[in-house]
Nanobody
Framework: QVQLVESGGGLVQPGGSLTLSCVASGTIFSHYVMGWYRQAPGKERELVARIFSGGVTNYVDSVKDRFTISRDNAKNTVYLQMNSLKPEDTAVYYC?????WGKGTLVTISS
């Protein structure tokens, strides 16, 4: 059974940093695109960042130069390093791999 488990969410002050991790199990994920979506209260889910098996990355404009996505295929893990966090980054962050999804981890940016 395929599972994606996120970790690393929490409460951080504006300007702070967090690193999200997502561990995948149940199949070989190295060939799949992996990434992160987020959904803020009252808003639609949006793609934050994704990384293809060869390492190519894409980011939504609002997080460029602040967030960095990376993956460790040997560990079936994808990371999202988030710096210079803003209140508008507050959301539930969901990891995905191919057509599989995690349950999400809450990130709250507040003073």
């Amino acid at each position: 059974q395929v599972q994606l488990v996120e970790s690393g969410g929490g409460l951080v002050q504006p300007g702070g940093s967090l690193t999200l991790s997502c561990v995948a199990s149940g199949t070989i994920f190295s060939h799949y695109v992996m990434g992160w979506y987020r959904q803020a209260p009252g808003k639609e889910r949006e793609l934050v960042a994704r990384i293809f098996s060869g390492g190519v990355t894409n980011y939504v404009d609002s997080v460029k130069d602040r967030f960095t996505i990376s993956r460790d295929n040997a560990k079936n893990t994808v990371y999202l390093q988030m710096n210079s966090l803003k209140p508008e980054d507050t959301a539930v962050y969901y990891c995905y791999c191919g057509s599989y999804w995690g349950k999400g981890t809450l990130v709250t940016i507040s003073s």
